[in-house]
């Protein structure tokens, strides 16, 4: 009888072993997985509150925390809280043209409008592509920075103010677009400096700049909450 006992147990064991060898890393796998989730779930709502977020409607094109994958859209990540709201304003009103914007910043209300600009200017900004390096584009696109005295409106490291955006590490795509759109007139600086200054300058050059600064490192600007 305690033979069989003895035996019994030691089925009994070795089954258990084996079920432990088996579902074990599975279920490990699984507690690991459920840990990480409620940590993503405690950031997600300490960054923004509980979801879903305002700003998870601007994911799709301008990224998580604004930062996108398409180089082609601004990134809002660190940009300073009162421009992002001027330019949420702007778009609302009409004073700066999107169709995809301006019926969306249209439908926000002012309190929505700060809540996104200073989710936004809190999340840290990363360089939005790495770029195949061209040192003598990139030679050319810093000194024509430093020409055109680009620090006084867009700041020290040109990672933003007030007045104007970070355009260090945005995108080359998104940065031709904007700088050829105020050469030929498409967008509007409302103290026309940004015209005059794209005006200056030629394709070339507007292809050098956008190589320089998609390769510049931001910092978070000083204006962001």
């Given amino acids: 009888m305690k033979r069989a006992i003895v035996i019994a147990t030691m089925v009994a064991t070795a089954a258990l ?25 405690a950031k997600y709502r300490a960054n923004g509150g509980a979801w879903p977020q305002l700003q998870d409607t601007c994911a799709l094109c301008h990224g998580a925390g604004g930062q996108p994958a398409n180089t082609q859209y601004a990134s809002l990540a660190g940009q300073p809280a009162a421009y992002l709201e001027a330019q949420l304003r702007a778009f609302a009103e009409g004073r700066r043209h999107s169709p995809q914007m301006g019926a969306l910043a249209a439908s926000l209300t002012p309190q929505q409008i700060r809540f ?22 990139e030679q050319r696109g810093k000194a024509k920075v430093a020409a055109s005295g680009c620090v006084a409106c867009h700041g020290e490291n040109l990672s933003g103010s007030p007045l104007a955006p970070r355009v260090a590490g945005q995108g080359q795509a998104y940065l031709v677009e904007q700088l050829t759109a105020f050469k030929q007139g498409r967008r509007q ?33 000083p204006g962001s909450r």
Avoid at 189 to 205: F, I, K, R, V, Y
Avoid at 211 to 216: E, G, M, Q, R, V
């Fill in 17 to 41: 072993a084996g079920a432990a060898a088996y579902y074990g890393p599975p279920l490990l796998a699984g507690q690991h997985f459920m840990s990480a989730l409620d940590e993503h779930e």
């Fill in 116 to 137: 996104l600009a200073d989710y936004f200017s809190r999340q840290a900004p990363h360089v939005s592509e790495a770029t195949v390096s061209d040192p003598s584009l």
């Fill in 189 to 221: 600086d409302p103290a026309q400096a940004m015209n005059a200054l794209a005006g200056t300058l030629s394709a070339e050059d507007i292809e050098a700049v956008a190589h320089y600064l998609a390769n510049l490192a931001p910092t978070a600007a």
